[in-house]
């Protein structure tokens, strides 16, 4: 219900976008976010966003960098990633969940209500 794309090669301090659109019904009243995977390395929250998407926050290491939004009319939500950087590689994953309150979404890796498979981006050096 949930599908991710976007990912690619890209060359350090390359942009990419990352789409996740949802199907099946409607995730206006989740918050939604993304996760990353790196290989060898734990899912790590990267970005989360409110139901209007008024509210937003990051994990240190993307802040200024990267950018969360949703369009609740296409029921989708976006990640815009800026200076890339190696360490950036990783599979990034959607998620959504209807438990708040909003600031605890990235404790929840476990509990989420859905997750899209992953998109997978490469940034070389």
């Known amino acids: 219900q949930l599908q991710a794309s976007g990912g690619g090669l890209v060359q350090a301090g390359g942009s990419l976008r990352l789409s996740c659109a949802a199907s099946g019904r409607t995730f206006s009243r989740h918050y939604m976010g993304w996760f990353r995977q790196a290989p060898g390395k734990e899912r790590e929250f990267v970005a989360a966003?409110?139901?209007?998407?008024?509210?937003?926050y990051y994990a240190e290491s993307v802040e200024g960098r990267f950018t969360i939004s949703r369009d609740n009319a296409k029921n989708t939500v976006y990640l815009q990633m800026n200076s890339l950087k190696p360490e950036d590689t990783a599979v990034y994953y959607c998620?959504?969940?209807?438990?708040?309150?909003?600031?605890?979404?990235?404790?929840?890796?476990?509990?989420?209500?859905?997750w899209g498979k992953g998109t997978l981006v490469t940034v070389s050096s």
């Open positions: 966003i409110s139901w209007s998407g008024a509210g937003t």
């Open positions: 998620a959504a969940d209807s438990q708040g309150p909003f600031r605890t979404f990235h404790t929840r890796v476990d509990g989420m209500d859905y």
